[in-house]
């Protein structure tokens, strides 16, 4: 494997399932990130950890649960989650953080589809 | 805050028609300025990072530009395959590593 993966790739769940997401990154970079990207709508930045530490949470609501056990793997965990959570989820990494211009790398996404 | 606007939202090209995209932001001081192509059901893809203005890159048939206010990727002699949309990001000081994207251009390149 190269890059960036993401499983699963397409995901419908209920309104009162848990599931999770699971980002596996291979560039041996140290900073990785969750988007949400809704139709029509920019990328919006869910969380970034840095080294295994969290260090944004932008104002995500709690029914979305970041874990990164290593600089490597990075999972979202989803429990009674909204129809209008609907949305491709994007996992993404960089070599650095707070780093001047350093580009992101993303994975291919899991389509979502919350009944 | 930072912003990114695109322009326009959906453009139709014939094959060799070349043409802009416009991504006009405001930061308040730019780290870098990236650009993304995105194709259908995948992650965006990398294609270049402009730090200053009056910088330029290439790469293939893209080239973007940027000026204080705005940057431009220029698409010359587009071909099918270029079908894709665009997406603009912009990194403040402020904003450490966050990125604020645009929300994006829908290129398609009819044969």
């Known amino acids: 494997e190269t890059g960036v993966t993401q499983t699963p790739r397409h995901l419908v769940m209920g309104m009162t399932n848990k599931k999770s997401l699971k980002c596996e990154q291979h560039?041996?970079?140290?900073?990785m990130y969750w988007y949400k990207q809704s139709a029509k709508k920019p990328l919006e930045l869910m969380f970034v950890?840095?080294?295994?530490?969290?260090?944004e949470n932008n104002s995500v609501p709690s029914r979305f649960s970041p874990e990164c056990p290593n600089s490597s793997h990075l999972f979202l965990h989803l429990h009674t989650l909204q129809p209008e959570d609907s949305a491709l989820y994007l996992c993404?990494?960089?070599?650095?953080?707070?780093?001047?211009?350093?580009?992101?790398?993303f994975g291919p996404g899991t389509r979502l589809t919350v009944t | 805050e930072d912003q990114v606007t695109q322009s326009p939202e959906a453009l139709r090209l014939q094959e060799g028609e070349s043409s802009s995209l416009n991504c006009s932001y405001t930061?308040?001081?730019?780290?870098?300025l990236f650009w993304y192509r995105q194709d259908p059901g995948k992650g965006p893809e990398f294609l270049f990072t402009?730090?200053?203005a009056g910088e330029e890159k290439e790469k293939e048939r893209l080239k973007a530009t940027l000026t204080k206010k705005e940057s431009f990727l220029h698409i010359t002699a587009p071909k099918p395959e270029d079908s894709a949309t665009y997406l603009c990001?912009?990194?403040?000081?402020?904003?450490?590593?966050?990125?604020?994207f645009g929300q994006g251009t829908r290129l398609t390149i009819n044969p």
């Open positions: 990001a912009v990194q403040g000081i402020q904003g450490a590593q966050k990125l604020v």
């Open positions: 402009l730090y200053s």
């Open positions: 930061v308040s001081g730019l780290r870098g």
């Open positions: 950890y840095n080294f295994k530490e969290q260090t």
């Open positions: 560039l041996g970079h140290n900073a």
């Open positions: 993404a990494s960089s070599q650095e953080f707070l780093g001047t211009g350093i580009s992101q790398y």
